[in-house]
């Protein structure tokens, strides 16, 4: 089956930057794209969704972009802190995020 | 957000013995999923359980190895039966809620 996928395995950030985690999918169906935060010893987190009549979405201190065009996604983390450090997982789905396929996870490091 | 709940959060079980790990959900929900994470890597769904139906299991997983059980709209379980030092994993629940996945806190099995 298609899958979703993450370019870097580790980032390192230095506190007070920003990071960005990029992920790339292959489902040209896919509609609906998701950001897990997974800390350690705990169940991921959602962070963020988009859906794919959006290339932009922004929470607080985190934007996800989308670029269907070359099938890209990612993720950025503004002034991060230690509190950030954490597996960040992408997913997408075709629909209703009921059958969401993850990417293999990058971990962000924020070193102080 | 949905709030999940898993039981229990670890164990230590012999091999060829089984594991029921409950999930409960403080939301009527139609759809709960449940995740084998192995440790270091992405999520695998393991099956969808709906209420009323019976549960749809993935490419790999069946259910005479991980049986379901979906009662009512806040509460399902998940068991893994004649364990194998191969099924030491991080198994999460996850319901599907407001078009949105949210994940429990995980259950951790070692076997030995």
């Known amino acids: 089956g298609e899958s979703v996928g993450l370019h870097l395995p580790t980032l390192s950030v230095q506190e007070g930057d920003n990071s960005i985690i990029n992920c790339a999918y292959s489902?040209?169906?896919?509609?609906?794209f998701i950001w897990y935060k997974q800390e350690s010893g705990k169940g991921p987190q959602f962070i963020i969704d988009?859906?794919?009549?959006?290339d932009k979405r922004q929470g607080q201190r985190v934007t996800v972009l989308l670029n269907k065009t070359v099938k890209h996604l990612s993720l950025q983390i503004a002034a991060t802190q230690p509190g950030d450090s954490a597996v960040y997982f992408c997913?997408?789905?075709?629909?209703?995020?009921?059958?969401?396929?993850f990417g293999t996870g990058t971990r962000l490091q924020v070193t102080l | 957000s949905a709030v999940i709940s898993q039981k229990p959060s670890r164990d230590i079980c012999q091999r060829g013995t089984s594991l029921t790990i409950q999930c409960q959900v403080d939301?009527?929900?139609?759809?709960m999923f449940w995740y084998r994470q192995q440790p270091g890597q992405s999520l695998t769904l393991i099956a969808t359980?709906?209420?009323?139906?019976?549960?749809?299991?993935e490419s790999g997983f069946v259910i005479d190895k991980f049986p379901i059980s979906r009662p009512n709209l806040t509460f399902s379980t998940l068991t893994v039966s004649n364990m194998s030092p191969e099924d030491s994993s991080i198994y999460l629940c996850?319901?599907?809620?407001?078009?949105?996945?949210?994940f429990g806190p995980g259950t951790r099995l070692t076997v030995l």
């Open positions: 997913a997408d789905d075709t629909g209703t995020a009921s059958k969401l396929t």
């Open positions: 996850s319901v599907l809620f407001a078009d949105t996945q949210y």
């Open positions: 939301s009527q929900v139609t759809m």
């Open positions: 359980a709906n209420q009323g139906s019976e549960a749809t299991y």
């Open positions: 988009i859906r794919s009549n959006m």
């Open positions: 489902n040209s169906a896919s509609d609906y």
